[in-house]
């Protein structure tokens, strides 16, 4: 059974920044690309980063490109969410998710296997 539990939200002020972990147990993490998402209040939720199971490639969506990164620690089975720069637009619940391979289809929900529950990130303005 994967675990997935973040950690690292909070409430800021814009321009501030916040790093976000993701901690997995379960199964071999480093077998398995890992992806950030997030869902505001009354939207869909959307896919903010991945990165495959070595760190070798990551994406980003549009809005958060040149401010956020993803990186992975696969000795600590850890996922990181550096957050710069941070807008009253990017609050929302941000969850981490596990993809099915080591490798991802951005915009395809069905890579995604496993999900955490939440971390709750909200930047006032």
């Known amino acids: 059974q994967v675990q997935l539990v973040e950690s690292g939200g909070g409430l800021v002020q814009a321009g501030a920044s916040l790093r976000l972990s993701c901690a997995a147990s379960?199964?071999?993490?480093?077998?398995?690309?890992m992806g950030w998402f997030r869902q505001a209040p009354g939207k869909e939720r959307e896919a903010v980063a991945a990165?495959?199971?070595?760190?070798?490639?990551?994406s980003y969506t549009d809005s958060v490109k040149g401010r956020f990164t993803i990186s992975r620690d696969n000795a600590k089975n850890t996922v990181y969410l550096q957050m710069n720069r941070l807008k009253p637009e990017d609050t929302a619940l941000y969850y981490c998710?596990?993809?099915?391979?080591?490798?991802?289809?951005?915009?395809?929900?069905?890579?995604?296997?496993?999900w955490g529950q939440g971390t709750q990130v909200t930047v006032s303005s």
């Open positions: 379960g199964r071999t993490f480093s077998n398995y690309a």
């Open positions: 990165i495959t199971w070595n760190g070798g490639s990551t």
């Open positions: 998710a596990q993809a099915r391979t080591a490798y991802y289809s951005f915009g395809a929900p069905a890579t995604w296997e496993s």
